[in-house]
């Protein structure tokens, strides 16, 4: 019990940086048009602001098993409280878009930093009979912010400038950082570690070639040079980095994970639940604005009750994991995911956009019971000292999950919609609905694959 109350503080402290961090990373997203307009930028740039955030997280995320074991974690989340601080700063007074992709860039640092390591905080400081509901509790927190952020930014967007939104956000960031510095601690054991700078530029480049590669699958198609030649050379990147780290005794990353089949499979269903969850609630406003002919406003409402839902549901399959492991979860969370997406599937052009929210709410019941409990299972099949390795390759995965998600299924949209003989709301609506059927066919391999994970027996 003494435990437990000695890191209550460490708790709160990791929990609140988890949700601001997260939160931040989708603060501009409604703030896209009057962005364009200020700064006379077309969609596909400032997508930029977007895509240089998932860049910056994914080249320092592979980081965080060596800088945990090197860096104290009190160190590592004050770090990324000033650099989200100072990125916020910057953004509030760009005078220019490349400022703005600047400051964005200095904010993902400290996301990339510090959000992997959480994860192994709670990890740590939860009895491993109770990581389900340590794990549930970070999902509750985490997956709420790519959703409540939109639909809360663009109410305070309908009112003030954008730029108001950094000015929110500091206070908020200096607070915790106040917080952090009285009650963060060092929870962490450390191991021995190194920094391998080729194998830092190897993962740097081939995961960075791969978002630039399908982000311009949308405007340029399979260009060679934008599309096909920057794929090319980060799938070469890419397994050159891989064989360092199986030749290197103490590698930056240890893949050698991947050999335990029950962790590469949840990571593959991690991917998966990612890839559905923000294609999902980029997908549905689109389709409430441009097809249900929504209002901006409306479009956001409707993923609000989901949202509070998820918030829920991820607790509690958290202390159902603890009870019944993951699989179970796992499967019955892809099946409800199946049925929400196949239900979307079937709207029509005249359909009431309160059906998103009917289905959104299966949808993201779905995605509460599987994500944590996938992530349990990622974590208790491996050995203590391979915890740091383990949050940065999940939230690596995470990070690429919704990337590659978006990118596809909104290239499928918009390939229809220009293609297709109809008006651009018809168009629009069958390219949603095609996006639909591929995420539905996914969330059935996933009910498929789920099946086959198999558990130590505690």
């Known amino acids: ?31 896209y048009p009057a962005i364009m307009r200020e700064f006379q930028i077309n969609a596909t740039e400032v997508q930029w602001l977007t895509t240089i955030y998932l860049l910056t997280t994914i080249v320092f995320i592979p980081l965080t098993g060596y800088l945990s074991n090197r860096f104290s974690t009190r160190a590592l989340l004050i770090f990324a409280l000033l650099c989200m601080a100072a990125g916020l700063i910057v953004g509030a007074f760009s005078q220019s878009f490349i400022q703005l992709i600047l400051a964005r860039a200095i904010q993902a640092v400290g996301t990339g930093v510090i959000l992997p390591v959480i994860q192994t905080i709670l990890i740590t400081v939860f009895p491993k009979s109770r990581r389900g509901f340590a794990l549930g509790l970070l999902g509750g927190v985490v997956n709420v912010a790519p959703a409540s952020a939109p639909s809360l930014t663009g109410m305070i967007i309908d009112v003030f ?57 949308s405007v340029a198609g399979l260009d060679i040079y934008l599309v096909i030649l920057p794929f090319f050379i980060s799938a070469v990147l890419l397994y050159l980095f891989v064989r360092r780290q199986l030749a290197d005794d103490v590698p930056v990353l240890n893949v050698r994970l991947f050999q335990n089949r029950t962790f590469l499979l949840a990571v593959v269903l991690i991917f998966m639940d990612m890839m559905l969850l923000l294609s999902a609630e980029t997908i549905l406003p689109m389709f409430a604005q441009n097809v249900l002919e929504t209002s901006a406003f409306l479009s956001g409402f409707l993923l609000v009750p989901g949202t509070i ?38 709207m029509h ?96 391999l996933g009910v498929l694959l789920s099946i086959r994970i198999k558990e130590k027996k505690e």
């Not at 450390?190 to 630039?212: N, P």
């Not at 549901?313 to 202390?319: A, D, E, K, T």
């Open 1 to 31: 019990m003494q435990h437990k109350i000695e890191n209550k503080g460490v708790i709160i402290v990791t929990m609140a940086t988890a949700f601001l961090l997260t939160f931040c990373q989708f603060l501009l997203i409604t703030s």
């Open 161 to 217: 400038h954008w730029r108001i939104l950094h000015w929110l956000m500091l206070p908020l960031v200096l607070i915790l950082f106040i917080l952090a510095v009285l009650y963060m601690k060092d929870v962490l054991k450390k191991h021995e570690a190194r920094l391998d700078i080729l194998s830092v530029i190897l993962s740097a480049g081939a995961f960075s070639l791969f978002i630039f590669s399908i982000s311009n699958i």
């Open 309 to 346: 839902l998820l918030c829920i549901v991820s607790v509690v399959s958290g202390n159902l994991y603890d009870r019944y492991g993951g699989r179970i979860l796992a499967v019955i969370g892809f099946a409800f995911t199946l049925l929400s997406l196949v239900l979307m599937s079937t």
């Open 349 to 444: 052009i005249d359909s009431s956009p309160f059906l998103i929210m009917v289905y959104f709410c299966f949808f993201m019941t779905g995605f509460g019971l599987s994500l944590m409990p996938l992530v349990s299972v990622s974590v208790n099949v491996l050995d203590e000292k391979e915890m740091a390795h383990n949050s940065a390759i999940v939230n690596t995965v995470r990070q690429l999950g919704m990337a590659f998600g978006v990118v596809i299924l909104t290239t499928v949209i918009s390939i229809t919609t220009s293609v297709i003989d109809a008006p651009e709301r018809a168009g629009t609506y069958w390219g949603t609905t095609y996006a639909f059927i591929i995420m539905a066919v996914t969330a059935l």
